[in-house]
């Protein structure tokens, strides 16, 4: 068994391709109507094209809504992305425009980030220390 998708609910897909891609860099997988205006819309990571998929879901539903919004309240990141070099990616993403909720802090085992996606979503940027 393996994870092959992972989702995070944003309130725009549009929006949040253009992020996730334009500005994140991952690459578009999946992008298939699904009724409502709503998309089955899926991104990967150029590294690992045939790995893990990220679903960019829509928040639509009033569950997911409140769930987004109470993840966002509480300072929950909604899902972690891994780096080797964060203090690079952190540099590259600030140049992009991502505005860090935290900057890189080392918390023992690793070095965390976390930055907004503009989506409605805090995400965790995390580089394992060897």
């Avoid at 068994?1 to 860099?25: C, R």
């Avoid at 089955?40 to 997911?64: F, H, K, M, Q, Y």
Wanted: proline fraction near 7%; glycine fraction near 8%; aromatic fraction near 6%.
């Amino acid at each position: 068994m393996i994870i092959g998708l992972s989702g995070v609910f944003v309130e725009d897909q549009a929006k949040a391709l253009a992020f996730y891609t334009e500005v994140l860099g991952f690459q578009l997988k999946h992008d298939m109507p699904v009724g409502d205006g709503n998309r089955w819309l899926t991104v990967v990571s150029p590294e690992r094209p045939d790995g893990v998929e990220l679903l960019l879901e829509p928040n639509s539903n009033p569950i997911a809504s409140t769930f987004q919004q109470g993840l966002r309240e509480e300072n929950i990141p909604a899902t972690s992305f891994q780096t080797s070099d964060i203090a690079a990616e952190h540099e590259r993403l600030v140049a992009a425009g991502v505005v860090f909720t935290m900057p890189p802090t080392d918390i023992g085992p690793a070095i965390i980030a976390v930055f907004d996606d503009t989506c409605g979503n805090l995400i965790n940027l995390m580089q394992a220390k060897a």
